[in-house]
Every structure is written in structure tokens, then in C-alpha cells.
């Protein structure tokens, strides 16, 4: 295995070469940042990475903890204490992260690494990263075409092999579907499964923390760590958390699986029902049942999440007002006029 | 429904609009409000009211001080601040 080759792994596979000493965590670093540093211009996944302070880490990796030693990338607005954390946006261009998010503090404690800070769309408002006022990212797979968002910066990077495995967020679809626009595997957790101390919110009442890997396996790792109740976030889900990857690899025999017939209607694409359709073959073979369902509200689910995450935004950035953080514009007239021009200073138009 | 004022919406979210600003967000502020027209094709007599998938009601900790930020951390990011304070605009004319 060459430090050349490191990068493609998964992370089950790089835990193996870890576990048996043939790499050392600061070798899997040192990999993934030569890589990084070859591709990424042209990707544009990372807004920052910081391999000093992430060797520092390495340095006290325990290869035997369920990640221990893995390298993970972070969407832009999920803090971490001395980190950047712009979320794709210009009011949040100088700050550092005065503190830790409950969910990164769960994957240190299984021993991963966090590293590197991807792009998104300002404030996790868009499905192509194009709204990040910072960049743009560019899909691995075809230059000219977008990632999808907003955690477009998380799949880019996993797809190009310049991340193991990332977290991203999903408020309406901003994990799930940027996993699908860059073939890499997202899971949007049910709410209140991840805590969501320490992540910019966005519209609170959806917004779940959620990973974004090359394997199902390697998502069910994240899984195991970021998953679990929160003292300090009161909406997160005091239930036990089941061991994500205890079921990967059986059958499907006596699992019954509903389709909607409200997601095969007109307008979507043919490559997309091919492989929709090829995927439920494939967990029929496996033994699953598939039974047809109506989910007749399906067509008002689009009307309800415009009118539900935009008056959750609009309470939300209200803390973006240029006083104790972010950007603040100089030379005010009066009040009305500190918070106007720092938030057409600071915020993109979206 | 009637014609939005996005200048009065401008003036309680403290920005300033240009006339091109107006005229754009007057249209994409409508079709929000469309969105809530929709909803009005749904009959929801008899459906009670659910404010979350999750139930989760009053939740309370233990009421005892705890570490958090020290006045340090929480300055740390501080466009303006003197004497561990935040220095804000003059609100009172």
C-alpha cells in the first residue's frame, strides 16, 4: 500500500491497515493531505483544513477505538473549538469557533479525527453549493457540473477521495441529495437522533447532523458515534441507540418496505427510476417485501417547507446582527444603519 | 390576497432595499405566499393539531449553575468590545 493509494480506501479498509500498524494515523493524514492539495483546486470541496493541528491529534489516535485514527471532514458550520466556521457566508469570514459541537465531541471519543472544512451554500440555503459565497465546488465526476447542496463540499470530497467520510446537514434534502448528485452514500438521521449543540442552525425544527461515506458500513460507523441523546439540545431524542451496523450484511426476509406511488410521478428523471427501480429488485432478492403506499400529502410537502424553514431562517440569522460575532460594518450612522449594512455587507443575495 | 409592502418587511428586518432589490423580492416574497395559499386545498377538519413527528414535552435539567464560556471565550470573536464588555451602537438618541 503506497501513501498514494491510501486515499480511495474506505474507512473500514484504512482501520484495518491502521489496526495492524502497516499505516500510522499521521501517514493516513499525510495522504489524504498530499491529495488534497493535488485535486482540490479543481474540486473546491475545502474552504480550510488544518494538518498541523490534525497531526496533533494523531499523535494521541487509539487505533483500537471504533475510528480511532480516522481523518473526518466537516460541513462549514458545525464548531469546533478553534476552527473556522463560516458557513458559506462573509459575516462569519473571521470567526473561530469558541467551542465544541456535541456531535464532534462524540467522534473524538470514538477516536476519529476531525479535519478539513467543506463548502456549502450560505447557511445551508441551496441544493448546489453555488449559493456559497466563499466558492464554487465542482462535482468529481464531471467538472461542469454541480455536487447538489447544500453539504456539496462534504460529498465532493468523499467522492473525490480527498475525505474517508464527512458530515454534512439535511434540512430538506441537503444531504440525501447531494450524496446522490455525487454517487457517495448520505444518510439523513430521523430528528433528534444527533444532537444539534454546536451546528449554525438553520430551520431548527428540521435540521439533523447526518454522514456522508463510500459505504454503507462506513455510515453506520458515523452512526454509532454521533448518534444519542443531549442534555444540551432539548430536542434530541432520548431513546437507546441501536448498534448501526449489527444488521449489514443479512438478508431481508420479513421486512416489509413501502413505495410511495406519490414519488414515481411525472417529471422524474428516467436514469433516476432505473436505478430506483433496480434497487427495489435488488432488496426483493435479498427478501424484502415491497408493498405500494399513498402518501397523499406528498404533493404539499414542498408548500409546507417554505413556509416552515424560511420563518425558521428569518428567527435564526437574527443573531447575525454584528455584535458579538461576525462581521460588523464600519462608520454607522445610528442603529437602524449598524444592522442594514452589516448584513448587506455580510450576507449573500439567497 | 393582498399586494406585500416588501419596504415595510425591509424596514422590520433592517435592510435597505434598491428599487431593483424591491421590485425582485416582491415577486419571490409572492410566491412564498403562495406556498401558504396552497395548504388552503387541504381539508384539515377533525385533524388534530401536531406540532412535531417526536413527541417531546418540558424538558427540564436540573436547575444548578454549571461551567460554560468564561468572559474571555465569549469576547473571543467580539467586533468591538472594551473592559470584557461587547461595545454596541448607540441605542438611545
Not at chain 1, 474507512?11 to 488534497?36: F, G, N, T, W, Y
Request: aromatic share 6%.
Amino acid at each position: 500500500m503506497t501513501k498514494r493509494e491510501l486515499p480511495a480506501l474506505s474507512i473500514v479498509e484504512v482501520q484495518d491497515l491502521l489496526r495492524r500498524r502497516e499505516v500510522s494515523p499521521a501517514e493516513v493524514l499525510e495522504s489524504l493531505e498530499e491529495r488534497i492539495n493535488a485535486v482540490d483546486d479543481k474540486i473546491g470541496a475545502y474552504l480550510a483544513h488544518d494538518l498541523a493541528a490534525a497531526l496533533n491529534e494523531a499523535e494521541k489516535a487509539d487505533v483500537n477505538l471504533p475510528l480511532g485514527g480516522i481523518p473526518i471532514a466537516l460541513k462549514d458550520l458545525i464548531n469546533v473549538e478553534g476552527q473556522p466556521c463560516t458557513c458559506g457566508s462573509k459575516i462569519l469570514g473571521g470567526y473561530r469557533a469558541p467551542y465544541t459541537a456535541t456531535a464532534i465531541e462524540k467522534l473524538r471519543a470514538h477516536g476519529a479525527i476531525p479535519f478539513g472544512r467543506t463548502n456549502m451554500d450560505e447557511f445551508a440555503m441551496g441544493s448546489s453549493t453555488e449559493n456559497s459565497s466563499v466558492q464554487l465546488t465542482r462535482n468529481p465526476w464531471d467538472l461542469s457540473r454541480v455536487p447538489g447542496g447544500s453539504s456539496g463540499g462534504s460529498a465532493a470530497a468523499v467522492a473525490a477521495d480527498i475525505a474517508f467520510g464527512a458530515l454534512g446537514t439535511d434540512t430538506g434534502g441537503s444531504i440525501r441529495q447531494p450524496a446522490a448528485l455525487s454517487g457517495v452514500v448520505g444518510f439523513k438521521p430521523s430528528y433528534g437522533r444527533v444532537s444539534r449543540f454546536g451546528l449554525v442552525a438553520f430551520a431548527s425544527s428540521l435540521d439533523q447532523i447526518g454522514p456522508l461515506t463510500k459505504t454503507v458500513h462506513d455510515s453506520a460507523l458515523l452512526m454509532n458515534a454521533i448518534a444519542g441523546h443531549d442534555l444540551r439540545d432539548s430536542t434530541s431524542l432520548d431513546a437507546p441507540v441501536p448498534d448501526y451496523t449489527k444488521n449489514l450484511g443479512r438478508d431481508l426476509k420479513g421486512i416489509r418496505i413501502g413505495l410511495p406511488k406519490e414519488y414515481m410521478i411525472e417529471g422524474v428523471d428516467p436514469a433516476v427510476k432505473t436505478a430506483v427501480t433496480a434497487s427495489v429488485k435488488q432488496l426483493q432478492a435479498l427478501g424484502a417485501e415491497i408493498v405500494e403506499v399513498s402518501l397523499p400529502h406528498t404533493d404539499y410537502a414542498v408548500s409546507v417547507y417554505y413556509i416552515l424553514a424560511t420563518a425558521e431562517a428569518s428567527a435564526n440569522l437574527a443573531r447575525f446582527d454584528g455584535v458579538r460575532y461576525g462581521h460588523r460594518a464600519d462608520n454607522i450612522a445610528n442603529l437602524f444603519d449598524h444592522y442594514a449594512r452589516t448584513r448587506e455587507e455580510g450576507f449573500g443575495a439567497k | 390576497m393582498g399586494k406585500l409592502d416588501v419596504g415595510y418587511v425591509a424596514q422590520l428586518a433592517r435592510l435597505h432595499l434598491t428599487p431593483e432589490e424591491t421590485e425582485l423580492f416582491q415577486k419571490q416574497l409572492g410566491d412564498v405566499l403562495l406556498y401558504a395559499e396552497k395548504l388552503n386545498e387541504v381539508n384539515v377538519k377533525g385533524v388534530e393539531p401536531a406540532a412535531h413527528g417526536v413527541p417531546i414535552f418540558n424538558v427540564f435539567r436540573e436547575d444548578k449553575a454549571s461551567d460554560w464560556f468564561t468572559p474571555a471565550q465569549a469576547l473571543s470573536n467580539a467586533p468591538r468590545q472594551a473592559n470584557n464588555l461587547f461595545i454596541v451602537t448607540k441605542v438611545v438618541e
